[in-house]
């Protein structure tokens, strides 16, 4: 890693030559046309937070995105009425610098999908790792009202390794049914804080009613994906705007994977 820090402006560079290069490979076999992704953003400031990602470039994202792609919303994705390659726009936690995009995706009409908090005023900071103002009941209302998709992301954001029985049920089953109650809509999907899920906590996913869960991984959405571990990619501030969509594309996240298994991304994080 200390070599990663002190070379860090050169393998920024050389990582988005490599996918650049990997995705016009990936254009010219055609693997890029027919590809379902799911991204996952989460504060939209200039905080110092790796997983938050500045306004301007969120918007440089977006545009470069609606280059190669289409924007769907999940229920789109999950019905399969629109062909790839395609991007869903997931947004977790629920930070108020949310509310900032809404000029850019009314623009470009792009539907959102932000998971939130049961009970942000009951928040496990630690577990967040930020300390940007999260949205009120009364915020999250607005957002629905103007077409975004409300998600839950458990009641307090809590360590999902950490729970019993008890702290389960309160933080995937009765946060879902609280959310409904606060907000007076129907909560359809549920996303795992930091993408953590066990096979215990899938069951209390299923046994609260979601359609659909979503977790983390490099990885595209199959045919036969299952719908309670639909994988996202993860944009945060350690990629820049031009490497979309070569963040994405087939190879690199096939490379991300393998890396993963053979345990490579503590000495080179591609990804």
Not at 59 to 73: D, N, P
Not at 154 to 161: C, G, K, M, V
């Amino acid at each position: 890693m200390s070599f990663m820090k002190t070379s860090g402006g050169l393998y920024v560079r050389a990582r988005s030559i490599l996918m650049r290069l990997l995705y016009v490979v990936d254009s010219f076999l055609g693997l890029n046309q027919n590809q379902v992704t799911i991204l996952c953003y989460h504060s939209i400031s200039k905080k110092h937070n790796k997983y938050a990602v500045g306004l301007t470039r969120f918007k440089q994202e977006i545009e470069r995105i609606l280059r190669y792609a289409k924007f769907v919303s999940i229920e789109e994705m999950i019905e399969a009425k629109v062909a790839g390659p395609i991007v869903v726009l997931t947004i977790d936690d629920g930070y108020e610098d949310v509310m900032g995009i809404l000029p850019i995706t009314q623009s470009y009409r792009i539907p959102v999908s932000l998971f939130v908090l049961s009970h942000p005023q009951k928040a496990n900071r630690k577990e967040l790792d930020h300390g940007g103002k999260l949205l009120t009941m009364k915020q999250i209302k607005s957002l629905v009202a103007k077409g975004w998709t409300i998600g839950g992301h458990s009641a307090t954001h809590a360590d999902f390794l950490k729970l019993g029985a008890s702290e389960i049920q309160k933080e995937i089953v009765d946060s879902k049914s609280e959310l409904e109650r606060k907000l007076g809509i129907k909560i359809k999907y549920f996303s795992y804080p930091k993408g953590v899920y066990t096979q215990k906590i899938i069951r209390a996913v299923k046994r609260a009613g979601y359609k659909a869960a979503f977790a983390v991984a490099p990885s595209h959405v199959g045919k036969k994906a299952n719908l309670l571990t639909l994988p996202r990619v993860v944009i945060d501030a350690s990629f820049e705007a031009r490497d979309l969509p070569a963040l994405y594309s087939f190879s690199t996240l096939a490379l991300r994977r393998l890396m993963g298994k053979w345990g490579l991304t503590a000495i080179l994080p591609v990804l």
